[in-house]
Nanobody, 124 residues
Framework: QVQLVESGGGLVQAGGSLRLSCTASGRTFSNYAMGWFRQTPGKEREFVATINWSGSRTRYAEFVKGRFTISRDNAKSTMYLQMNSLKPEDTAVYYC?????????????????WGQGTQVTVSS
């Protein structure tokens, strides 16, 4: 069984930064792509970023390009999301997820394990 635990969320002013972490336990972390998604009340979960098993390939949603950076440390079984230049519209619950594959895309159905989420609130 795989467990994913997010941390690092909180309240920040617009223009500020946060770094989210996602630590995995269970099956080998380094074999699988990982991703970040976010969700606001009444909306579907949306893709934010994904990183392949080795960390050599990344993909971002258009609305975070140039502001967010996804990375991973396989030795620590941890993935990160560095979020800079935050905007009020970035307010959401952020979820990390593990893909079934070594490289993955934006579809939530490609991910088989999910964390419990961490709240990010950006004030204007």
């Amino acid at each position: 069984q795989v467990q994913l635990v997010e941390s690092g969320g909180g309240l920040v002013q617009a223009g500020g930064s946060l770094r989210l972490s996602c630590t995995a336990s269970g099956r080998t972390f380094s074999n699988y792509a990982m991703g970040w998604f976010r969700q606001t009340p009444g909306k579907e979960r949306e893709f934010v970023a994904t990183i392949n098993w080795s960390g050599s390939r990344t993909r971002y949603a258009e609305f975070v390009k140039g502001r967010f950076t996804i990375s991973r440390d396989n030795a620590k079984s941890t993935m990160y999301l560095q979020m800079n230049s935050l905007k009020p519209e970035d307010t959401a619950v952020y979820y990390c997820a593990r893909s079934e594959f070594g490289i993955s895309g934006a579809g939530p159905n490609e991910y088989d394990y999910w964390g419990q989420g961490t709240q990010v609130t950006v004030s204007s």
